[in-house]
């Protein structure tokens, strides 16, 4: 655990969507426990609503929820602002469908998991989070410079991305997948090198997350944002990237 852990944690706020009860309470509890601010939402109506209207730091989100499911409730608390989603699904099977369909969660845990797991993947995505923007604020000629990639702007110190000048709303981890490919274009990451570098930890679901992600980003920003490079992994071309400082 770092030491700014403590401290950051303290002020988190959780939104827990689950309509299983006792999973709901479970997770809650252990969040409590460690200094989080938890809130629980039984259904995917109630989850938009509470999400809106609490702003949380973070999402658990479980894929099967009446109403609306997990996929619905994460495009739409994803369409107001980004925040990180901790997906929650009952199958193995069910999570590699979402992760096929890129739909934008963060990180994945299927059931059943202890609370102990559960509370180690919030801390480590929150940790990112916070990271990037203590990177993003500082370090100019770093990270914290304005990006240029076609006709593609990304600028880390807002997590702004637009197209054309128009604003494209990317996840967390689908903005620093691809600001840390933009800032070294043209070399080309395996899925390893990029789950350490952008995850920071070890993700059950491995380098079909990075799949995942990556087939997100080009749904929003176009097929040739990120090149494949086969049996290796990926990379922003050098030809079209091209960095510039911040002004
Ligand atoms: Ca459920």
Redesign the pocket.
Known sequence: MSSAAPLARSARTILVV???APIAAAVAARLRSEGYTVEIAPDGPSGVERSAALHPDLVVL?????GLDGLEVCERIQADRPVPVLM?T?RDSERDLVLGLGVGADDYLTKPFSARELAARVHALLRRVERDRTEAAGAPGGVGQTRHIGDVELDPTTRRVTRDGALVHLTPTEFDLLAFLAASPGKVFTREELLGAVWGYDVASGGRTVDSHVRAIRRKLGNDMIRTVHGVGYALDGADAQAELAR
């Open positions: 689950e309509d299983e479980d894929l099967m929820l009446p929650l009952a």
